[in-house]
């Protein structure tokens, strides 16, 4: 067994702590990574919360890991030591179902393996990136374009990824309108992915407060979903909504906002079910649908656009001892865009 020094929350309740975790001996298939940057994605919060489900403390948080190859198994093609590669949220799924197989190991029928809370290949819970390294199958390992910061790049791995690909999915490019809900760590990659397709997109945010930002960042409007015209002067605009919001919303407001044919994704997850009105959905040949973070070779897909665009998340770079307070900013919708945590500090 190898050990790694790392930040673990043990209860629903009770402030993530130092900790020090087990990692898996490496395999032949394996690759040993010595973690560099970490993003803190809400995701991690509602599960070190149980906010969705009993977490299975003790439990690491962090999938959006990037760092150098430290050792690889006898049988490893792909990756030497010294690379510097990523893992996301996914690190293991059946290969063998027809998702799978077509690539989507997201939606891998058997349930894939996540980075951290699901059953490891050892039989043991997985734990995730807030910690000095992580043993992962090659398969699951991405390459990180040398061009790319370090620190920029680990939020495209689950922020990016989970954007990118409803954004391929449902075909934004030159002449679609796309409207980005909440502009986080999701919504701020976003709005640039979407900007660098081709769309005209447009910011739906709480407040006016990071409209300059928003701008900044490829956005050709941007609108306070508090102000009551904003909803009647939308009406009908979009093709697409990608809505990042895990608070409840009012779903039917958003839905009033499509075109004929549009679709209102969540990718977002609020805890309770939503009241949607047929009539919103018929009025409009409209759609409401949900999307989860991306397939293996998608993440690469999309690394490589970003890299060939420059683009990146923009990130606040902290030390794993502020891993609390950054989760009380980002509750508060308090961060531009992403915190990151720098690994080197739980050495
Ligand atoms: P985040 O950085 O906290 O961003 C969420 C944004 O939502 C906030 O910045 C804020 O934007 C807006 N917001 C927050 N509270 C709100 C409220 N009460 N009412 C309306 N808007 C509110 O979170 P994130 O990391 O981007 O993640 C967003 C959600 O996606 C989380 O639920 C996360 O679990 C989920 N997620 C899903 C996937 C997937 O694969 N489907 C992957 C990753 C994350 P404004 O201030 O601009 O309004
Ligand atoms: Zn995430
Ligand atoms: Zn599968």
């Known amino acids: 067994m190898l050990t790694a020094n790392a930040y673990a929350a043990t209860s629903a309740t009770a402030p993530l702590t130092r900790s020090t975790i087990e990692r898996r001996e490496v395999g032949p298939h394996d690759v040993l990574i010595d973690i560099e940057y970490c993003g803190v994605c809400h995701s ?21 890991i990037v760092g150098t190859v430290a050792g690889v198994g006898s049988a490893v093609t792909r990756y030497a030591v010294g690379d510097r590669v990523g893992v996301g949220c996914l690190v293991d799924s059946c290969r063998e179902c027809e998702p799978c197989r077509r690539g989507e190991e997201q939606y891998c029928a058997m349930g894939n393996t996540q980075t951290y809370g699901s059953i490891g290949a050892d039989g043991r819970v997985t734990q995730g990136g807030y910690s000095t390294r992580i043993v992962v199958t090659e398969d699951f390992v991405l390459k990180i374009p040398a061009s790319l910061a370090p620190a920029a790049v680990a939020p495209l ?13 449902w075909g934004a490019g030159p002449g679609t309108r796309v409207a980005v809900v909440g ?27 990071k409209r300059e930002d928003g701008l900044r960042l490829g956005a050709a409007s941007y609108h306070a979903t508090s102000a009551p015209e904003t909803f009647s002067a939308l009406a009908g605009s979009f093709n697409l909504i990608i809505n990042t919001v895990s ?41 409401l649908a949900g999307s989860v973070i991306g397939g293996i070779a998608q993440h690469q897909e999309m690394l490589d656009f970003c890299a060939e665009r420059g683009l990146g998340a923009e990130v606040e770079v902290i030390s794993a001892d502020q891993i609390n307070q950054a989760y009380e900013r980002v509750l508060a919708s308090d961060v531009r865009f992403r915190f990151v945590i720098d690994i080197s500090t739980l050495a």
Not at 45 to 64: C, F, K, L, Q, V
Not at 157 to 169: D, F
Not at 259 to 269: H, K, P, R, S
């Open 157 to 169: 791995l689950c922020a990016g990824i989970t954007v990118y690909s409803p954004l391929r999915h």
């Open 183 to 209: 502009l986080g760590g999701l919504g701020h990659m976003a709005v640039q992915l979407a900007q660098a397709m081709g769309s005209d997109v447009t910011v739906l945010s709480q407040s006016l407060k």
């Open 247 to 287: 608070a409840q919303l009012d779903i039917n407001a958003y839905l009033s906002l499509l075109a004929v044919d549009g679709t209102l994704v969540n990718v977002g997850v609020p805890v309770g079910p939503l009241s949607v009105s047929v009539f919103q959905l018929v009025r409009g040949r409209r759609s």
């Open 44 to 64: 991690d919060i509602h599960t070190a919360r149980s906010d969705w489900r009993p977490a299975p403390y003790p439990i690491t948080p962090g999938h959006e």
